[in-house]
C-alpha cells in the first residue's frame, strides 16, 4: 500500500497544482483549434474560449476523481497505463490532424498491428508524444499519493457536476451523424450525455465508437438489388473491361498531369488513353470515398443496393474482382460486402499481415482473362499504402538527378507512382494479346496532401482537409482510340456510378447520363465528405 502525502506541507501543494496544472495545460492544447478563434476578441471567440475553458476544467476534474478511486497499486497500474496509451493517441492526432474526430477514429480502428507499426514507422512521432506517454502515469501516480479527503473529494465531484450542467446545456446546437428510422444517415441535435463524452478526449473514443457502429451497421447490411429497367447498347459485341482502382495516389505526384518527376514514363507509350483534368475523390479515406464511388449515393446516404457490380451482372457481363487490399473483419467488410457480388473474387491481402506486390493482380487477370467473351475485370491494387518504402522495397527505382534532393519517403511514393504506371502498361499489354477490344478506367480512391515532416504525404484529415487532398488521376484507355488527349473536366467521383454506366453503354431507370463524366453539359453538386462525414462545398 503506497503512503499517502499530507496536504498540510506548503511543497506537497506546490508539487499537487504542478501535476494539476500540467494536467489543465494538456487538455487545452488538445482540445482547443486555433482555426476557430480570430484574430479580433470578438463574443464569438470569448464564448470559444470560455467554451474551451470548462471542457477542460472538466476533463481535469474528472482525472483527479479517477487518480484517486482505487487504492491497489496494480488496478491504479492498470488505470493509468490505459490513460496514458489514450491520452498519447489523442496527442498524436491532435498534433498531426488538429482534431480527433470520427474520420480518425475510423482510421484507427481500420487498422491492424502490422498495418499500425508501419503507419506509426512511417511518421516522425513527436518528443512531446513520447514525454506525455511517459509522464502521465508518473503524475497520475503522484496525485494519487496525495490524500484528498472527503471534503476535498465531495468538492471535487461538486464542481464536476456543476461545470458539466453547464457545458452539457449546449448540447442542442450540436450535431451528430445518427441512423433514421427509414435507415437513412442525417444529423440529429447531440443528447447531454453524448456531448458530455464527446467533450471530454479521455472518453471521446466511447461516442465516436457509437457513431462508427451504426455507419458500419448500415455499410454491412445485406445487399437487395435495385436496379430497375436494365438496357445494354451492342450486347452482343464482346470486349473485355477493366477497372483500376488506385490507392492514395495524388493528381500532382503523375508526370501526364504536369509534375516534373517522370513517374508514368511507362504509360506514355500507351496509345488511346484520355486524362480527366481535374478528377475529384468522394472523401479523403478509402472506406468513406471508395463506397460512394461503387454505388449511387447521396449526401451522407450511400445506397448499395445499387451498385456497380450488380449493374454489371444485370447487363450480362461476366464480373471478376482481384483485390491486393484488406477482406477479413468488420473493418473491411464493407468494400467486401461489395466486391463479392462478382461471379469471381479473389483476395490475395486476407487481413494485411502481407502485402504482396500488386503484380499479383497482373497475374490474375492473365489466368482468367477470356478472348471470348463481355467480362468485367475490378484490380484493386494496395498502390502507394503506407509505408511507401515498403510498398516499393522490391520494386523498380526512378534513377533521376531529383533523387538526391528528396528524402527517401518522397523517393519512395514517387517510385510507388512509376510502379503504378508499370501496372497499368502491363494490364494493357495482356489486353492486347486478346482477339478482343478492351476498355480501361484508372483512378485513384484519394489522394494526399504534403506535409513538412516524415513521411512528407498524410491522408487530408482534420485540419489536413483541403481539396488537393481530394485530387486524383481518372484515365481511361481505349483500344479503339490511337492518339492520346486530355478533357478538361471537372469531375466529382462520388457519380462515378453513371459514368461506368454509360462507360458499359447501360441504361437504367437511377442512372443519369448528366452526372456522367462524358456528358458535355455535366450537372454536378460540388461537394465532398470530409473525415468528419461534413458536407463541403467547392467554388471551383
Known amino acids: 500500500m503506497l503512503k499517502k502525502l499530507s496536504l498540510n506541507s506548503s511543497k506537497n501543494i506546490i508539487y499537487l497544482t504542478t501535476y494539476i496544472c500540467l494536467i489543465y495545460i494538456?487538455?487545452?492544447?488538445?482540445?482547443?483549434?486555433?482555426?476557430?478563434?480570430?484574430?479580433?476578441?470578438?463574443?464569438?471567440?470569448?464564448?470559444?474560449?470560455?467554451?474551451?475553458?470548462?471542457k477542460a476544467s472538466i476533463s481535469t476534474l474528472f482525472i483527479l476523481i479517477l487518480s484517486s478511486i482505487f487504492k491497489s497499486k496494480y488496478l491504479n497500474l492498470l488505470l493509468f497505463v490505459i490513460i496514458s496509451a489514450i491520452s498519447s493517441i489523442t496527442l498524436f492526432v491532435s498534433i498531426q490532424y488538429g482534431r480527433f474526430e470520427l474520420g480518425s477514429y475510423t482510421s484507427i480502428m481500420e487498422t491492424n498491428i502490422r498495418e499500425s507499426i508501419e503507419l506509426f514507422d512511417s511518421f516522425d512521432?513527436?518528443?512531446v508524444v513520447f514525454l506525455q506517454l511517459i509522464i502521465t502515469p508518473v503524475i497520475l501516480f503522484r496525485i494519487n499519493q496525495h490524500s484528498f479527503g472527503f471534503k476535498i473529494n465531495s468538492m471535487l465531484i461538486s464542481a464536476l457536476v456543476l461545470l458539466i450542467a453547464l457545458s452539457s446545456s449546449q448540447a442542442k446546437n450540436n450535431l451528430i451523424l445518427t441512423v433514421s428510422p427509414t435507415g437513412e444517415v442525417v444529423r440529429t441535435p447531440m443528447s447531454r450525455a453524448y456531448y458530455i463524452l464527446f467533450n471530454?478526449?479521455?472518453?471521446?473514443?466511447?461516442?465516436?465508437?457509437?457513431?462508427?457502429?451504426q455507419l458500419k451497421e448500415i455499410e454491412n447490411s445485406p445487399i437487395t438489388v435495385e436496379w430497375e429497367n436494365i438496357t445494354v447498347a451492342n450486347a452482343s459485341k464482346s470486349k473485355n473491361y477493366v477497372v483500376i482502382i488506385g490507392e492514395s495516389v495524388q493528381k500532382s505526384s503523375l508526370f501526364s498531369y504536369g509534375y516534373h518527376r517522370k513517374t508514368t514514363t511507362p504509360l506514355e507509350e500507351t496509345r488511346g488513353m484520355t486524362l480527366i483534368s481535374d478528377p475529384v475523390a468522394p472523401a479523403p479515406q478509402t472506406g468513406m470515398a471508395l463506397s460512394r464511388i461503387l454505388a449511387i449515393n447521396n449526401k451522407l446516404n450511400i445506397n448499395n443496393n445499387l451498385n456497380i457490380i450488380d449493374l454489371a451482372n444485370l447487363s450480362g457481363?461476366?464480373?471478376?474482382?482481384?483485390?491486393?487490399?484488406?477482406?477479413?473483419?468488420?473493418?473491411?467488410s464493407p468494400i467486401t460486402n461489395i466486391a463479392k457480388r462478382t461471379d469471381l473474387t479473389i483476395f490475395h491481402n486476407q487481413n494485411y499481415q502481407q502485402a504482396n506486390s500488386d503484380l499479383v493482380?497482373?497475374?490474375?487477370?492473365?489466368?482468367?482473362?477470356?478472348?471470348?467473351?463481355?467480362?468485367?475485370y475490378f484490380l484493386h491494387m494496395i498502390g502507394s499504402h503506407f509505408d511507401f518504402c515498403e510498398r516499393t522495397k522490391n520494386a523498380i527505382k526512378l534513377e533521376d538527378p531529383y533523387r538526391a534532393q528528396l528524402s527517401n519517403d518522397q523517393n519512395c511514393y514517387d517510385d510507388s507512382i512509376l510502379n503504378t504506371s508499370i501496372f497499368m502498361n502491363k494490364v494493357v499489354s495482356l489486353l492486347?494479346?486478346?482477339?478482343?477490344?478492351?476498355?480501361?478506367?484508372?483512378?485513384?480512391?484519394?489522394?494526399?496532401?504534403?506535409?513538412?515532416?516524415?513521411?512528407?504525404?498524410a491522408h487530408g484529415v482534420g485540419n489536413l482537409f483541403q481539396r488537393k487532398a481530394l485530387e486524383v488521376p481518372l484515365i481511361f484507355i481505349s483500344s479503339n482510340k490511337t492518339n492520346s488527349d486530355v478533357q478538361n473536366t471537372t469531375y466529382y467521383m462520388r457519380d462515378f456510378p453513371h459514368t461506368f454506366a454509360e462507360w458499359l453503354g447501360v441504361t437504367a431507370t437511377q442512372i443519369d447520363y448528366t452526372k456522367s463524366v462524358f456528358h458535355p453539359g455535366?450537372?454536378?453538386?460540388?461537394?465532398?465528405?470530409?473525415?468528419?462525414?461534413?458536407?463541403?462545398?467547392?467554388?471551383?
Open 200 to 213: 471530454m478526449p479521455l472518453l471521446k473514443p466511447i461516442p465516436l465508437s457509437q457513431s462508427y457502429s
Open 317 to 332: 457481363f461476366n464480373t471478376f474482382w482481384f483485390s491486393n487490399q484488406g477482406q477479413i473483419g468488420v473493418y473491411d
Open 26 to 54: 494538456y487538455y487545452i492544447f488538445i482540445i482547443v483549434d486555433a482555426k476557430y478563434l480570430g484574430s479580433d476578441l470578438n463574443y464569438e471567440n470569448i464564448k470559444y474560449i470560455i467554451g474551451v475553458t470548462l
Open 361 to 376: 493482380l497482373i497475374k490474375d487477370l492473365a489466368t482468367h482473362l477470356d478472348g471470348n467473351a463481355n467480362n468485367i
Open 125 to 127: 512521432i513527436p518528443l
Open 432 to 457: 492486347k494479346s486478346t482477339s478482343l477490344d478492351y476498355e480501361v478506367i484508372y483512378f485513384s480512391d484519394h489522394g494526399l496532401v504534403d506535409i513538412e515532416n516524415k513521411p512528407y504525404k
Open 522 to 540: 455535366i450537372k454536378q453538386e460540388k461537394y465532398a465528405v470530409n473525415d468528419s462525414s461534413e458536407i463541403i462545398y467547392f467554388t471551383k
